[in-house]
């Protein structure tokens, strides 16, 4: 970064700005298909880390993306709409920061259904005062997004996650900073590292597993599978994804954690990501196997069609329970093209109620399972 972290105001980084777009992107799709779903239901957006609300460099930050994406959203509806107000959360805990922010959102025109709240607070006690107003997503439970982006490695307790993903139609977007805690991890008592460590994963399963990896990028894959077996614990919590976004000219070792329980979150929300790969500036690597370093392509089947195959080698499969995997540990929203790609290779066996099915075609309205050999 050109100006320094103290600064009000900095310039982002090329990460931050694709970041930035994921977060619009996705925010456009999941107001808007809620809006038409959640009849009188009110949406809302929950900025953990807001910032200043905009950069030097640029003049949207995650603040003025949520406003963006909501009033685009509104705009389109066309009378489709008819969820109640979408209201958007900015936490804050910089008090020149928080200033900044309120001034910039505040100067945004935006449609009558957009309510703003602001909390100059840490993100723990942005939530905690958020509960105690008579009008909260908490009670009753409504539709939830939030967005949690701190700087470095701390300041997101376990237990704020998972009360957040408690909730039906609930989804959460972290940026972990899974190369920080191993840092952390490393450094043991002089980084007070127990009393972190336990609060970023709830407890302290992090002593056993995180010793099993010594070389420095096994060490922060370690830690991001451990987040996610987590995350995979929370009741109705089925799909998490991670993503480490790697610039052209090096790597960046943290990682977007999403977690949902819902598909068709996780479905748009790799769409969102689809278009900032398919620009060619950025390539993300998913950290399935903490000992693999592997980056992907959204449209290469054929990377992630062997892995796919050993996962069920033996077995006959489902469509339900293969695109489960595909959408958690893939970078597919569906298993079609890596059983396309396998069925070509001669390796699995097609069972269908389609006398006419073309090879290499996958209808999971008619497929029947599919046998791994």
Partial sequence: MSAKIKDVLWEAPPHTLAKISILHAYLNRWFEILGRKKYRQNLWYIDGFAGPGEYTNSPKGSPVAAIEAASETLQR??????????????????????????????????????????????FVDGL?????????????????????????????????VKDLLSRESSEVLINFDSDGIGRIFRAKGAANHEEILNRIFGDDSWKTELAKHQISHELYRGVLALYKQKLRTLRNVRYVFAFEMRSAKGTIDYHLVFASQHPLGLEKMKEAMKKIANHGEYCFSDAVHPKQITLFRFDDPSAYSMQFFEKFRGREVRYPEMNDYALNETPFTNPKAMLKDLEGKGVIQVASRDPKRRKGSFNEETLISITFQ
């Fill in 77 to 122: 509806a066309n009378g489709q709409w008819i969820a109640g107000a979408i209201h958007c959360v900015f936490i804050e805990e910089n008090p020149k920061r928080f200033d900044h922010l309120t001034n910039k959102v505040g100067n945004i025109n935006k449609p009558k259904k957009i309510h703003t709240h602001f909390f100059n607070s840490t």
């Fill in 128 to 160: 905690s005062e958020l509960r105690k107003q008579a009008h909260n997503p908490f009670a009753p439970p409504s539709p939830l997004f939030a967005f949690v982006d701190p700087f470095g490695a701390t300041g997101v307790p376990f237990s704020d």
